[in-house]
């Protein structure tokens, strides 16, 4: 079982900036393709951003794509989400995600069940 664990959420206000990490398993962290989900209350999970095992390639969904930047560091087995300029619409519990090195899944890993593991979730909560 691969252990993830989300930290850095809180409570801003519009237009403040946030940085979340997830810190993974040591020694095979850089074999993991990673993403980052969120879901708010009432609503859908939805997904946010992915990043390949290098960091080489990034994707970001539209709703976020000019203020969030996904990133990592596997010298420190761990991934970021950069949030910028915060919208109250961003408030949700935020999950990063693995997926199993062993398992295929072509292109762009965008939905919930692309993942294998998963973080317990860090609340941020944007007010206007």
């Known amino acids: 079982q691969v252990q993830l664990v989300e930290y850095g959420g809180g409570s801003v206000q519009a237009g403040a900036s946030l940085r979340l990490s997830c810190a993974g398993p040591?020694?095979?962290?850089?074999?993991?393709?990673m993403g980052w989900f969120r879901q708010a209350p009432g609503k859908e999970r939805e997904f946010v951003a992915y990043?390949?095992?290098?960091?080489?390639?990034?994707y970001h969904a539209d709703s976020v794509k000019g203020r969030f930047t996904i990133s990592r560091d596997n010298a420190k087995n761990t991934m970021y989400l950069q949030m910028n300029s915060l919208k109250p619409e961003d408030t949700a519990v935020y999950y990063c995600?693995?997926?199993?090195?062993?398992?295929?899944?072509?292109?762009?890993?965008?939905?919930?069940?692309?993942?294998?593991?998963w973080g317990q979730g860090t609340q941020v909560t944007v007010s206007s």
């Open positions: 990043i390949s095992t290098s960091g080489g390639t990034t």
């Open positions: 995600a693995a997926v199993d090195y062993r398992r295929r899944v072509f292109g762009v890993p965008s939905q919930g069940d692309d993942y294998d593991y």
């Open positions: 040591g020694g095979t962290f850089s074999s993991y393709r």
